[in-house]
C-alpha cells in the first residue's frame, strides 16, 4: 500500500478514535469505574457476596471498554509515528500500515459494542433449545444446535455452565438449557432467538429421504438480584426426581433434579445438572426469573403497541434461519441476509458474522 493511502486509513482512524469518546461515553464510564472500585475497597465489601460479585462483574465490563479505548489510542499514535518516519525509512511504512490495521479493527469492534445499550445487553445469558417439529429428528438438530453454541461461546472466551439437558428418546436432546457468562453474551445471542430450520437427508431414515426439521431457540438474561421480579415462593410447585441426564457425582443416584411450576403463569423450569438438589433449585429459580421478567416486558410492550394503535408482528419464534445440508449446502439468515455454503463451520461455531450481520440490520432498521 502507498504511504498516501495508509495516511488516508490513518486519517479517517483519528476521527473514529474521536466518535468513540462521544458514543463510547467513556468519561461517564470512568466516573462510574471510580465509583464502582470505591465500593470494592470498602471493608465490608464481601459481606454481600452476591451483590459484591454484581459491583466486580460491571466493574470489570467498564474497565474492559476503557482499556479497549486507550488501546486504540495508542496505537493511533503508533501509526501517527510509524507514517512519520516511513519518509526515511520504508519498512515503517509497513508498521503505520499494521498499526493502521489493528486499530481499524478495533474501533470496528467498539462501534459494535456500543449497539448494546440496553438494560442487560452487557451481561451473562441463559439459552434454551427446544425441538420443534419432525420428531427424533428434532432432537437430533436441538443437540446440533447445543453444540454450535457452546463452541461458540468457548471460541469467544465465555463460560458454559449446563443447567439442563434432557436426553432424547433414543437420539438427541428433548430440551438443552445453558447459562453463558462473558463479556455482552446476553445483547449478542439476542440475535438467536426464534426457530431455526434444518434441511438433510435425513440419518434416521432408511430411504435417505430430505427431511426438514425445526427447533427453537430462546435466549434470556441473567437478572441481578436487584431487579425486582413478582415472583412469590408460595405460587412455585417444587418437584424433585432422579436425574436422567450426565452429571457429577451421585447423579442418578439421589433424587437431585427440581422441577418448578409456576402456578399462576404455568411455567415449568427444570434444571438436573448440578451436583445437589439446592444448586439444581438456585439454577431453577434464576431461570424461572428470567421468563417471568421477560413475560411482564413483553406484556408491558403489547400494551404500549395497543395505546399507539401499532400491530407487532409476531416474530417471536418465528423462523429466522435456514441451515441447508442437501441438495447443496447453505446457512442463511432470513433477517440480514448473511449467508455462507461451509455449513460445517457453522455448525463448529463460526456463528459470527451472523450474529454481527443481525445487529447490523437490527440497528440500520431502528
Not at 3 to 20: F, H, L, P
Not at 98 to 113: K, P, R, S
Not at 260 to 274: A, K, R, S, Y
Request: hydrophobic share 40%.
Amino acid at each position: 500500500m502507498e504511504i498516501r493511502d495508509i495516511q488516508k486509513d490513518i486519517e479517517k482512524a483519528a476521527s473514529r478514535v474521536e466518535d468513540a469518546f462521544s458514543f463510547l461515553r467513556i468519561d461517564e464510564k470512568r466516573t462510574e469505574l471510580a465509583s464502582l472500585d470505591e465500593q470494592a475497597a470498602a471493608p465490608d465489601f464481601w459481606n454481600d457476596a452476591d451483590a459484591a460479585q454484581a459491583v466486580s462483574k460491571k466493574a470489570a465490563n467498564l474497565r474492559a471498554t476503557i482499556e479497549d479505548y486507550e488501546r486504540a489510542c495508542g496505537l493511533l499514535d503508533d501509526a501517527q509515528t510509524a507514517l512519520e518516519l516511513a519518509g526515511d525509512d520504508a519498512a515503517f511504512a509497513a508498521e503505520a500500515e499494521e498499526a493502521a490495521g489493528e486499530l481499524t479493527a478495533l474501533l470496528d469492534a467498539l462501534e459494535i459494542e456500543s449497539w448494546f445499550a440496553g438494560e442487560f445487553d452487557a451481561g451473562d445469558a441463559i439459552l434454551t433449545v427446544n425441538p420443534g417439529q419432525g420428531g427424533l429428528e428434532a432432537q437430533d438438530w436441538t443437540e446440533m444446535l447445543y453444540q454450535m453454541y457452546v463452541h461458540y461461546a468457548e471460541d469467544k472466551g465465555w463460560k458454559v455452565t449446563v443447567l439442563d439437558l434432557v436426553p432424547g428418546e433414543g437420539i438427541g436432546l428433548d430440551k438443552a438449557t445453558i447459562q453463558i457468562e462473558g463479556r455482552y453474551a446476553y445483547g449478542m445471542l439476542r440475535s438467536e432467538i426464534g426457530i431455526h430450520r434444518l434441511v438433510r437427508i435425513s440419518p434416521t431414515d432408511a430411504k435417505k429421504r430430505r427431511q426438514t426439521t425445526f427447533a427453537s431457540v430462546e435466549v434470556l438474561p441473567v437478572l441481578t438480584d436487584d431487579i425486582e421480579v413478582d415472583l412469590n415462593p408460595a405460587d412455585v410447585r417444587v418437584d424433585v426426581y432422579r436425574s436422567s441426564g450426565p452429571g457429577g457425582q451421585c447423579v442418578n443416584t439421589t433424587d437431585s433434579a427440581v422441577r418448578l411450576t409456576h402456578e399462576p403463569t404455568g411455567i415449568v423450569v427444570t434444571c438436573q445438572n448440578e451436583k445437589s438438589q439446592l444448586q439444581n433449585k438456585e439454577a431453577a429459580f434464576r431461570v424461572l426469573r428470567a421468563k417471568l421478567y421477560e413475560l411482564e416486558e413483553r406484556k408491558r410492550a403489547e400494551e404500549l403497541d395497543e395505546l399507539r394503535g401499532e400491530r407487532r408482528d409476531n416474530s417471536f419464534g418465528s423462523q429466522i434461519r435456514n441451515y441447508v445440508l442437501f441438495p447443496y449446502q447453505l446457512v442463511k439468515d432470513l433477517r440480514s441476509g448473511v449467508e455462507t455454503g461451509n455449513v460445517d463451520a457453522v455448525l463448529g461455531g463460526a456463528l459470527e458474522p451472523f450474529v454481527i450481520g443481525y445487529h447490523t440490520w437490527r440497528v440500520s432498521n431502528q
